[in-house]
Structures are given as structure tokens and as C-alpha cells.
């Protein structure tokens, strides 16, 4: 039937799953993604959804990766097509020699098909409706019956699956057995009507090891309750309000006094962003650990009280969840666009810290490290992560804390330092890191007071309008964000086997499809450094890094090459030798893509002899 | 007048409060305002209501947004922490601030613009999330330091300095308090310090959100004819309901009224407002009363003074997010983080 060699391959394909919006079948397919896992085969799912509750078309995408490339990859090598308002895009997206798996209870003409992938029909709704009767359990339990027959087509061991679904529906027994009957119903109709396995297989491994599989943004979530925020103010806005909610979880569980009952917590849903913000400031500025979480319109929408924050010095959080821009942009697809409107948000001149986690890992590592930060530095701490590490489940290594570890509040000023008669200038850079003490307000009756204002005043917080006096507190701001540059996260290398003259940055959720196009470019000849920026101020180790290479190519995930403008302007280099490989359509970057930039790239650079190109 | 270092000598004599502090304690810097502002009859009223209630100084956040009114904060208890924030935004960081730590007593100071125009949302969203503040609001129909243009608390048809008419609705912004659920609602005149002064002291005793809306003429944009928040139109058009002899957590002082006209009020902290009432049939716990009282009065033309409405026995934001009694922002890393412990069994649940 085709004319196109079925492709053969054991832990190392793509499966994308076409559904309809809110027709109950994410729960399903992130089984299906769960199972493999416990295979122990790595998997990398994504969850490329629309903006819309019910309706729109919808895809799940896993990649099986024995190899462990938990970037996307790009191409589809089965697609599991159940959603009929995409089925030509789907069926024209498969790789030649793919899979196409479609409920086949209504026929379909030739001509939907192609002849070169393998077609598996199976009448999915017919068994469902000869089944069960309740339309809700027809709609659900489809998606777990087809989920059995890919278990069947997949060689997937189905005890696995049954253990999960156990796990599940803990204590609910009746689902529990109705979802195990289910996925029997379509494993043994694929097992006796259909050829199982077929050329894609899942085989058991090992290579899972005690890494966890969680999205960012609840990994975030938990380094916010880890890293001791007690007060979180958010508007809901996607990709960013399942922090929020997972905060909000996180906290009913591990946040309750357990003899009062009384939350060690206080979560307001604010009316916009300029409240949640405004909330965040007001309790920092009183001393509590304070965050938001939002994404693009929120952050052009709280830019002025971050320059208050900047300007009045005064400790915020803030989770940026990157969504594509500019405007509304495309609010459920991934970028990385944010980086110019937070690093210099507000008007004057500005400048703010910002983390770049890679993972889960990080995310949970970064926000926690974020308070410190931001009490340290008395200024706003942007954890900048994006919609493909917050709303996608994530395999990474387990979250890890240290009980010895305490709190950095910062340069606090206490009661008894008052007493005992130290100077308190609120503005005063008495140990030449450019930053001050504050204190809280109600810390003593005649001591400490200060009048908190986003105007000018000295050094002991009193208003002025001396140009001199003025640009001393702009000066003591650029000495403290020096300072910062040996607080944040540091650049993480990793150099070529050979020497090169070639380097590469990137940063964030680019970190997976860069480590697997590393290899990809190693295979056509190219050696590459890489750096992996983890956070803004650079590190004098980026300088470094551009010192040693003749070029550096600056990957991610928006138009303008926001990075890449940001260590050209402050690091003041030539921008000939920076590179921009950019990608920014919405989907996550892929290893294919970079692996062919930059390889194009080389080629074109690279002057082979004459002699050598004839030979 | 700024140039003039406010001198720090005082009587001798001067009376003290219960915990030992004198008038000066309350006192701030010395006014950048123009003289003659009604804004700085209220920093007055508010230093006396302070010490009326012998507060301590420094257990007070003064918390305001943009503008004439919002300066005002440093005129007052030199001693208490300040924040002039962000135009429109008090109510936020008041709210923020209040989170934190729930044992100091938030005072929110706005103006007309910065409550009513930029922040009208965020003054409606503070009012029904009922945070234990007073929220006064310095209104005098005009933006002050942008030099006299019309604010949306103008009467429409009043006319501006310039000459110019209003034409857009007012906003009334006790309407709005009560409708919200503010659960003390009140307003006054910069220019009656018997009034204000108890209202203030009651409001900072009551647990919710207060709201006081206090008509304070701009003696430089808005206090000329035609104005509606002038001196002379609001003598003229005042109508009060009741004055307040107050006295948060001493017995109130009813002895000089005649039976009948005094009503005391139970606050929830304990301490009682006696209500002097010239309105024999207003009743102050009555929010639907209240507010069709304030709109026949308004289509009057009158501007009704006084306590408008009181719930004393309601409760405020803390209550509704079942907070610790302990300030959030005392709490540390044994309190707050779960431990590694806890984190292994989060681990463990997503293999």
C-alpha cells in the first residue's frame, strides 16, 4: 500500500494526538505520555493548545525519547487524528513512512489518505457506542479505548498503564475499574483485528532514573512557597495563572497552621495587573515576601510601579510566564520577547534583574533564589520563564532543598541597631555595594521613620531636587546593580572537544533543543562553545566568552534578537561578530532548526581551500 | 513657607495623652501646600484624632497615591512610616501593605483625582475587599498641582476658575463607598474640625473598611463663585445627620445631650462612638436608608455631613482569607518552608 518504507524505530519517535477543545482528551494523552515514562523511557510532551474553552482545534505532542532530547523535535511520525477539522493538515504533517491512527467507524474516500505512511482505522466510536449510553462517558472513555489500542500498536506493556490509572482514581473504585475496562476494550480489538506492534515501539529502558515530571509553573509555584512568599496578588492571564493556582495548592497543603487551621499565606485576585502589582509593593515594602506572576500585556501594565520599585528600592517579584507579543499576540504560543520590555521596564533609565530558568528544576531553584534577591538588592527580580517550561509537563531531575538554608532578608534595620545609635539613612551606601538599610515601618517610636517616595530625595530620604543630589542616588543605582552581577545565577559553559573560535549563547527554555543540536552539528563538523546565560546583569564571564571567539551566534525565541541587543548594549562590542538565530513563530525552537541555522551559517563562513573543493 | 525649618521647641506645659505623648508627637513636617488649604486643616484633624486615641506614633502606615492630598502624609506623624506611591494606586499598596502585617493601623490618604478618576477602580476593589483601613479622601473637586482642572468628584455645572462649565456628571464617592459595602461610611468639611475630628478617630477604630470623604476647598482653583466646593457653598449647603463625641475606649461622654438624641455605638474592637444626632430619624446602621437618604439630599442640592453608615460588627480582609494572627511578615524559613522532607514526597509523586 505505500510506496514509502514504514519507519522502524524503538523509543525514538514523535506521536501527536489532534483533538477537539474540551473534549476531555488532555487527561488521556498525558496518560499515554505517563506510561511511557514508566517504561522508563524519557518523553517530551507539548500541549500546542488554543485560545478557546470548547471547539478549536487542539494537539498533544509527544516526543518518546530514549536519547533524552526533551526538546521539541519537530515532524510527526504517527499522528493519532481525531479531530476532523484539521484532518488534512494532519495527514499532510506526517513524516513519509509515518502512522496514521483515526476512528474509522464512518468511511473515509482514498483520497483523504496518502500512500506513502500506514493507515490504522479503528472504529473507535462504534465500539464506544455499542458501550456505554451516557454521551459524557462516550466522549470520555473514547479517548481512553484509544489509548488501548496504541498501547496494543505501540507494544506498550499494559499492566503500566492499569497502574497508573490505579493511581489516579485512588479510592474511587468504580471509575478506577470502568477506565481499566475501557482500555482494554480498544487493546484487545487492535491485539485481534489489527497487525500489533507496528514499526514504532516502546521498549522498557532505564533512562528515566529518579527524575520528575512537572510543569514550570508549578515548580515555580513551589519555589514561591519554598522560598517564604507569603503574599501573592495576580490577575489571571495565560500562560502565567496556573501559577497562581498552583501557589494556591501548594499553600493549602503545606501552609496551614495545623492547630488553628490558619493559612501562613495571604493570595488576593487582584482587578488588574496595576493592583497585583501594587499589592506585591505595598507588602514588600512592609516586609513580607510578595510576587506576581503574569506575562506580557501584565508586565506593560505594571511597568510604572516597577520603576517605583527601581526608584524607591523597594524588594518585588515578579513571574513572567513569555507569551508570543506584541499587543495580544498570540496568547497560548511560546516566545521568548519580553527580555528588552523587562530588563529596561519603566520610563527613565532603568534597569532590572532577570533569572532564566531552563526547567522545572531551575524555575522551582530561581523563584525561591528570587526572594532573596529581590530583599538583598531591595529592587524587582523578573523570573523570566515562558508558556513551553510553564504549561508543559517537564521531565528534570528532583527539586532539591537545604534545611541549614535561612532567609537573606537583607539589610534590614532593627530596633535594637537603632538603639544602639547606628546611622539609618535610607539612601546611605554605608558599605559600598550601593546598597542601603531599610527598615519596616513599626519598628521603633522616634527612630527609623522614613517618608517612602518615588520623587527625589537624599540620602536620608528627604525630598530634593539638587541635580548633584540626584545623580548621586542614579550613580549608587548603577553601583548596586553591579553588585548584583556576582549575586545572580552565573553563566553555565560547556566547551567543544577541540578548540574553536565559534561560540553560541542561548538561555531559558531554548537549553534542551541547543544541547541536541550540538550534536547535530558536531555530526556535519562543527565545533561550537556553548554559555548558557542564567540571568541579567551579565556576568563578567559573558565578556569573557565574547573575548575568546571570533563570532557568537545568540539563539532564541523572538524577532528582534532581544539577547543579543541587550549584551551588545551592555557590553558594548561589535555587533558584526554576534549572530542572531532567531525563531519565532510560536512553536518551541527545535534542534533541527538551530542545527541548520547555524550549520548553514558555518558553511558560509568557512573558506574551503580550492584545491580540497576539487578534489 | 518650605525654606522655614520647622522648629523642634515646645511649651513646656503641654498636655499629654495616655501613653505620654504630646500634640508634637503627631506632627509631621512643616506644609508645602498653599496657606489656607483646607487639606491642611485635615493633617490637623488627623493629628488630633491621633492623639486622641493616644497612638502610638510609629504603629501608624501612612499610605497615599499623587497629588496635593497625597503630599500630605509628611505633614503628619514625622514618626510613622510614609508611602507616596503611585497616582490612582494607594488602595493596592495599602492593601499589600496591610497583608503584611495586620497590627499596624493603615491610613489611607487620596484626593479627589487620585480616588475618583486615575483610581477609581482601585478604590472600589480596596472598598468591597473590606481591608481594615481609613481611607480618607481629601476632596476637593479640582486638580491642585496641575494648576485647576475639573476632577470627576466637579458638580456638573460648576464652573472653574477659568471660567469654565462642567459638563460631566459627579461622582459621589459615599454613594459608591455604601453601594460597595464599605462598612463605615462618612463625610465631612476640612473647615469642621468638631466634626472631622471624631469621625477620624472613630473610623481608625473601626475594624473594616472606613471610608471618609472630607469636602477640602482649593483655596487657589476652586473657591471662587460658581464652584460647588467652595468655602462659602459648602457652610451654605452642609446639612448634618450627627456628630460624633466619640470616644474609642473610654465611656462615651453623653451626659450633655438630651435623652433621645444620643445613640452609642458598639465598635467591634470595643471601643463606643456616641451619636449625637440632629436627623432624630437617621438611622446609621441602615445601608439602603443611608443611601436613599444621601440621594434625596443630593437632588436637593444639600451636602449631608456626618456618620452615613456603620456595621460594628463587621470584619475585614483578614478574616475573609483566615490569616495567622501573627504578621505575615514576622513569619521565617521554620514557619514558612516546608522542608526537604516534604519535598522528597513531592518527588515522589510525580514519577
Known amino acids: 500500500m505505500s510506496d514509502k518504507k514504514p519507519i522502524s524505530s524503538v ?121 456505554y449510553t451516557d454521551p459524557r462517558q462516550r466522549q470520555l472513555f473514547k479517548n481512553i479505548i484509544y489509548l488501548g489500542a496504541l498501547s496494543a500498536l505501540l507494544d506498550m506493556d499494559p499492566k503500566l498503564i492499569e497502574q497508573l490509572i490505579g493511581e489516579q482514581y485512588k479510592g474511587k473504585e468504580k471509575l478506577l475499574s470502568s477506565n481499566v475496562h475501557a482500555l482494554h476494550l480498544g487493546r484487545d480489538w487492535a491485539l485481534q483485528n489489527l497487525k500489533c506492534p507496528i514499526g514504532l515501539r516502546i521498549k522498557k529502558s532505564d533512562k528515566v532514573g529518579d527524575r520528575i515530571f512537572i510543569e514550570g509553573n508549578s515548580a515555580a509555584a513551589l519555589g514561591a512557597v519554598y522560598g517564604g512568599a507569603t503574599v501573592c496578588a495576580w490577575y489571571p492571564i495565560t500562560p502565567s495563572s496556573s501559577v497562581a493556582e498552583a501557589f494556591t495548592a501548594h499553600c493549602k497543603k503545606y501552609r496551614h497552621d495545623p492547630e488553628t487551621g490558619k493559612a501562613k499565606y495571604a493570595i488576593v485576585q487582584g482587578e488588574d495587573e496595576l493592583a497585583s502589582i501594587g499589592i506585591v509593593i505595598g507588602a514588600s515594602w512592609n516586609g513580607a515576601r510578595a510576587f506576581t506572576a503574569t506575562s506580557g500585556p501584565g508586565i506593560s501594565l505594571m511597568t510604572e510601579f516597577i520603576g517605583l520599585s527601581y526608584f524607591a ?103 535594637e541597631m537603632l538603639e544602639e545609635g547606628r546611622d539609618f539613612g535610607r539612601y546611605l551606601d554605608v558599605d559600598g555595594d550601593g546598597i542601603p538599610y531599610r527598615t519596616y515601618p513599626g519598628t521603633h517610636p522616634t527612630k527609623g521613620s522614613y517618608f517612602t517616595r518615588g520623587t527625589s530625595r537624599d540620602r536620608y530620604a528627604r525630598y530634593s531636587e539638587e541635580g548633584s543630589v540626584y545623580a548621586d542616588n542614579m550613580q549608587r543605582l548603577v553601583r548596586k546593580f553591579e553588585t548584583a552581577q556576582d549575586l545572580v545565577p552565573r553563566p553555565l559553559q560547556a566547551n567543544a572537544e577541540r578548540p574553536t573560535k565559534y561560540g553560541v549563547i542561548y538561555f531559558g527554555s531554548t537549553s534542551p533543543a541547543m544541547d541536541e543540536a550540538i550534536g547535530l552539528l558536531e555530526a556535519r563538523g562543527h565545533q561550537l562553545d556553548r554559555l548558557r546565560i542564567r540571568a541579567f546583569p551579565f556576568h563578567s564571564s559573558v565578556a569573557s566568552f565574547l573575548a575568546e571567539h571570533d563570532f557568537v551566534y545568540v539563539v532564541e525565541q523572538n524577532r528582534d534578537s532581544q539577547l543579543r541587543q541587550l549584551i551588545v548594549n551592555e557590553n558594548g562590542i561589535d555587533p558584526v561578530r554576534l549572530v542572531p538565530i532567531v525563531h519565532y513563530d510560536g512553536t518551541p525552537i527545535t534542534a533541527r532548526y538551530i542545527a541548520k541555522a547555524i550549520g548553514d551559517h558555518q558553511d558560509h563562513l568557512k573558506v574551503t581551500p580550492l584545491r580540497k573543493a576539487v578534489s | 513657607m518650605t525654606y522655614i525649618a520647622k522648629p523642634k521647641f515646645h511649651h513646656p506645659g503641654l498636655k499629654k495623652n495616655e501613653l505620654g505623648y504630646t500634640h508634637r508627637d503627631y506632627e509631621g513636617k512643616i506644609s508645602t501646600l498653599c496657606a489656607g488649604c483646607g487639606h491642611d486643616s485635615i493633617t490637623a484633624s488627623i493629628i488630633e484624632a491621633c492623639y486622641e486615641l493616644s497612638i502610638e506614633p510609629h ?183 450627627n456628630r460624633l463625641d466619640v470616644l474609642v475606649g473610654r465611656d462615651p461622654i453623653a451626659v450633655d445631650y438630651a435623652p433621645g438624641t444620643v445613640q452609642v455605638v458598639e465598635q467591634h474592637d470595643g471601643s463606643k462612638i456616641a451619636l449625637r444626632k440632629i436627623d432624630a430619624d437617621y438611622d446609621p446602621h441602615d445601608r439602603l436608608g443611608a443611601q436613599t437618604f444621601l440621594a434625596r439630599h443630593a437632588a436637593k442640592g444639600q451636602i449631608v455631613t456626618g456618620l452615613l453608615y456603620v456595621d460594628p460588627d463587621a470584619d475585614d480582609l483578614h478574616a475573609h482569607l483566615n490569616t495567622v494572627e501573627t504578621p505575615l511578615n514576622s513569619l521565617e524559613a521554620d514557619t514558612l518552608c516546608p522542608g526537604s522532607a516534604a519535598l522528597d514526597k513531592f518527588n515522589a509523586s510525580l514519577r
Open chain 1, 11 to 131: 523509543n525514538d519517535f514523535v506521536v501527536r494526538f489532534a483533538n477537539v477543545n474540551g473534549s476531555g482528551s488532555a487527561s488521556a494523552n498525558e496518560m499515554f505520555a505517563r506510561s511511557i515514562l514508566r517504561h522508563g523511557v524519557p518523553v517530551s510532551p507539548r500541549n500546542i493548545f488554543p485560545s478557546n474553552i470548547q471547539g478549536l482545534p487542539t494537539w498533544y505532542e509527544v516526543r518518546v525519547t530514549e536519547a533524552g532530547h526533551l526538546g521539541a523535535r519537530g515532524g510527526v511520525d504517527m499522528m493519532v487524528a481525531m479531530n476532523p477539522q484539521t484532518w488534512d493538515k494532519d495527514v499532510a504533517g506526517i513524516e513519509p513512512g509515518g502512522y496514521l491512527f483515526y476512528d474509522s467507524t464512518k468511511p473515509m474516500p482514498s483520497t483523504k489518505f496518502r500512500d506513502d505512511i500506514t493507515v490504522i482505522g479503528v472504529p473507535l466510536t462504534a465500539i464506544t457506542n455499542s458501550t
Open chain 2, 59 to 241: 504603629r501608624v502606615a501612612k499610605i497615599s497615591g499623587i497629588g496635593c492630598s497625597s503630599k500630605t502624609p509628611d505633614y503628619f506623624l514625622g514618626n510613622s512610616h510614609g508611602f507616596n506611591s503611585v497616582h490612582g494606586r494607594m488602595p493596592s499598596v495599602l492593601t499589600g501593605a496591610n497583608l503584611a502585617n495586620r497590627d499596624l493601623i493603615y491610613l489611607g490618604v487620596s484626593g479627589d483625582g487620585d480616588s475618583a478618576s486615575i483610581g477609581f477602580g482601585q478604590f472600589a476593589h480596596s472598598i468591597r475587599r473590606g481591608v481594615n483601613m481609613t481611607y480618607i479622601v481629601e476632596n476637593n473637586g479640582v486638580y491642585g498641582l496641575t494648576k485647576g482642572q475639573f476632577s470627576a468628584t466637579a458638580d456638573r455645572g460648576s464652573k472653574s476658575k477659568k471660567g469654565v462649565t462642567n459638563t460631566d456628571n459627579a461622582i459621589d464617592l459615599v454613594a459608591i463607598a455604601l453601594q460597595l459595602g464599605a462598612t463605615f461610611v462618612a463625610r465631612s468639611f476640612s473647615g469642621d474640625k468638631s466634626q472631622l475630628v471624631p469621625l477620624i478617630a472613630a473610623a481608625i477604630g473601626h475594624k473594616g473598611a472606613s471610608f471618609i470623604d472630607v469636602i477640602s476647598p482649593c483655596i487657589a482653583f476652586n473657591n471662587h463663585a460658581g464652584s460647588t466646593k467652595s468655602f462659602d457653598y459648602v457652610r451654605e449647603h452642609n446639612d448634618a445627620v
Open chain 1, 313 to 415: 528600592e523597594i524588594p518585588a517579584v515578579i513571574m513572567n510566564i513569555q507569551r508570543a507579543g506584541p499587543s495580544t499576540g498570540m496568547p497560548t504560543r511560546t516566545q521568548q520577547c519580553d527580555i528588552i520590555a523587562c530588563a529596561y521596564a519603566s520610563h527613565g533609565d532603568t534597569k532590572h534583574v532577570l533569572l532564566f530558568p531552563e526547567d522545572p528544576a531551575e524555575a522551582f531553584e530561581f523563584a525561591a533564589a528570587a526572594f532573596d534577591l529581590a530583599e538583598r538588592l531591595q529592587t524587582t527580580i523578573f523570573l523570566m520563564l515562558d508558556l513551553d517550561i510553564g504549561m508543559n509537563h517537564r521531565l528534570c531531575r528532583p527539586l532539591k532543598w537545604d534545611d541549614s538554608k535561612q532567609y537573606d532578608r537583607g539589610k534590614v534595620m532593627t530596633a
